[in-house]
């Protein structure tokens, strides 16, 4: 047992800045395309909380198109959840720990003090278990108690390797093209009741949808 703990703990240190200098190394030789720029922007010059919600799939892809926007993303309490954690602060991004079956609600609610303090968040739809492409409630959650502006982000690449998980993540390969789609932003009442949090979320969910749908079948692909 000691043995193991001891080879986390150097794994635990040695990877994510390993992965963020694998990251650093592909994205210079990727290019990176972005779309619906005109929604990133309404979102940032709202005055608002800007709360970017994307899929699970393309996280890595994602936190580094991102990274000059300081915000606070939600990650998994679990061990592995440790790893993309310490990586995405290497990358700038503060992180609350939770998900839905550990820690969700405290995680949740301290996202919600860092959005009310005009902290931009980013939560990851699907969540850190899935079911893949399903948006659960916490963005919706998020924007409405933070009057938050929810910003729906999808990326795609024509090459890549997927990590053989739960939501197959993607990793562009070098001299690759990444393309970045932003959505049409929403806004939640704040006086949202549990019907209202649902129909949100469902409109929520088709919209990334779309734009996934839209995004892979630019690259001549049905989806990852």
């Not at 990727?30 to 929604?39: A, F, L, P, Q, T």
């Amino acid at each position: 047992m000691k043995d193991h703990g001891f080879i986390y703990e150097l794994s635990i240190r040695a990877a994510p800045w390993l992965l963020y200098w694998l990251l650093r190394l592909l994205f210079v030789t990727c290019r990176v395309k972005s779309h619906g720029e005109e929604h990133l922007t309404a979102a940032v010059a709202s005055g608002r909380p800007v709360v970017g919600s994307l899929w699970h799939y393309s996280l890595a892809m994602v936190i580094y198109r991102m990274r000059r926007y300081s915000c606070v993303a939600m990650v998994s309490a679990s061990r592995d959840g440790e790893y993309i954690a310490r990586l995405l602060r290497r990358l700038g991004v503060e992180t609350v720990r939770g998900s839905r079956h550990r820690g969700g609600v405290a995680a949740l609610k301290e996202l919600i003090r860092h959005a009310l303090a005009g902290r931009n968040c980013a939560i990851v739809a699907d969540g850190s278990q899935g079911p893949a492409l399903r948006a659960q409630p916490g963005s919706v959650l998020l924007a409405a108690h933070s009057q938050g502006i929810i910003l729906p982000i999808v990326c795609a690449a024509n090459r890549y390797w997927t990590i053989k998980s739960w939501d197959r993540t993607v990793v562009p390969k070098p001299f690759s093209r990444v393309e970045v789609y932003f959505g049409e932003t929403m806004t939640v009442p704040a006086n949202a009741d549990g019907a209202a949090v649902e129909s949100q979320r469902l409109v929520l969910e088709e919209r990334l949808l779309e734009l996934y749908r839209r995004a892979w079948h630019e690259q001549g692909k049905e989806g990852h």
